[in-house]
C-alpha cells in the first residue's frame, strides 16, 4: 500500500488525522510531479489488477500486476465537467490517466485492467454507494437500487492456457480446424477499433447501412491463421470463411482466458420477488453522482 488511506472503503495500516488531512488539502496539488517520482501530494491507492501482470511483458511495468492511481481532486472534477471531452466520449480516459500514479503506458491496459481501475478511481472518489434505477425485463417496473460497487470481484480465467509475460493464444476452430493464434484487446486497440468502425460507418451508411462491429474487433484480435500474419489475408478470413459456429467457440475462448472484473449485478423485484442479473448500469451518476 502506498501512502496513507482517507477512504473507509479501502483500508489501510495508516490511517490520516484530522490535522493531517487539513495540511494536505492546503498543498499545491498543482506541483510539477512526474508519475515516475509519485511525489504526489495526496494519498494514493494500489490497485490489483484481474491479469496479476500476467499478459504483460516482463519489462513493462504492468507486469507487477498493480497500479497505483491518486485520490480525486478538484483538477479531475474539472475534466469530467469538461463539455469537449464528454462530447468526443474521452473524459473517462483523460480522468484515469490523470489519476494513474504508476508510469505505465495507458494504451497497453488489458480492457478488463482498465475496468477494474474505473471501478477503483469511482469508490475513492465518491465511496462505494451507486445509486441507480433499474427496469424489471418481465414487468417493465422501475426500482431503485443502491449498488455497493466494492462488492464487484475479478473474473477467474484460465492461467494455463497461456505463456507468461505474453499476450498471444492458440485455438483450434472446431468445424473449420483451422488454427488461430489471437490476443486480448488493450486501450490502444479499442481506440484502433472505434476509429476504424466510424470510417465503416460512413462508407455503409451510403451502400449497406450495416456496420461490421463484430468482424472488426475480431481482425484486431486474431494474429495468424494457419501460421499466416498478412493482415490482409486475416481480414479476408473474417470476412469470408469465419464460420458462424467457429465465431461463438471462438469467442467463448476469448472470455474463458480473458480477465476482467465482474460487473453482473443480481437483485430481486419488488414486483414480482424473481432475482433478475443485470450488467452494472454505467448512467450519468457513475462519476457524476450529484447529477
Do not use: C
Amino acid at each position: 500500500m502506498s501512502g496513507k488511506v482517507i477512504d473507509p472503503d479501502y483500508p489501510g495500516q495508516d490511517r490520516l488525522s484530522d490535522q493531517e488531512i487539513k495540511n494536505l488539502a492546503i498543498q499545491d496539488a498543482g506541483s510539477a510531479v512526474t508519475a515516475a517520482t509519485k511525489n504526489y501530494p495526496f494519498p494514493t491507492e494500489t490497485i490489483e489488477l484481474p491479469s496479476k501482470g500476467l499478459l504483460y511483458a516482463k519489462s513493462n511495468p504492468l507486469s507487477s500486476g498493480t497500479v497505483e492511481i491518486k485520490y480525486m481532486t478538484a483538477k479531475e472534477e474539472d475534466i469530467l465537467t469538461s463539455q469537449n471531452l464528454i462530447k468526443n466520449g474521452t473524459v473517462i480516459d483523460v480522468l484515469l490517466r490523470s489519476l494513474i500514479v504508476s508510469p505505465i503506458n495507458y494504451n497497453d491496459l488489458l480492457v478488463g485492467d482498465k475496468n477494474a481501475i474505473m471501478i477503483a478511481a469511482r469508490v475513492l472518489a465518491y465511496g462505494k454507494d451507486y445509486e441507480v434505477e433499474l427496469t424489471n425485463p418481465k414487468t417493465g417496473h422501475i426500482q431503485k437500487e443502491n449498488i455497493d460497487l466494492t462488492l464487484f470481484s475479478n473474473t477467474k480465467f484460465d492461467e494455463s492456457n497461456f505463456e507468461e509475460g505474453s499476450n498471444k493464444f492458440s485455438f483450434e476452430l472446431p468445424a473449420s480446424k483451422r488454427m488461430l493464434e489471437f490476443k486480448l484487446l488493450t486501450h490502444g486497440d479499442d481506440k484502433k477499433i472505434a476509429d476504424s468502425i466510424k470510417a465503416a460507418k460512413k462508407a455503409s451508411n451510403r451502400i449497406s447501412g450495416v456496420t461490421p462491429e463484430l468482424s472488426t474487433r475480431l481482425k484486431h484480435m486474431i494474429l495468424s491463421v494457419d501460421g499466416e500474419t498478412d493482415r490482409i489475408k486475416i481480414s479476408k478470413f473474417v470476412d469470408n470463411e469465419f464460420l458462424s459456429r467457429d465465431s461463438i467457440e471462438f469467442r467463448s475462448k476469448v472470455k474463458l482466458v480473458s480477465p476482467d472484473i465482474d460487473l453482473t449485478y443480481s437483485y430481486y423485484g419488488e414486483d414480482d420477488g424473481e432475482e433478475h442479473e443485470v450488467a452494472l448500469p454505467m448512467t450519468v451518476k457513475f462519476f457524476w453522482p450529484g447529477s
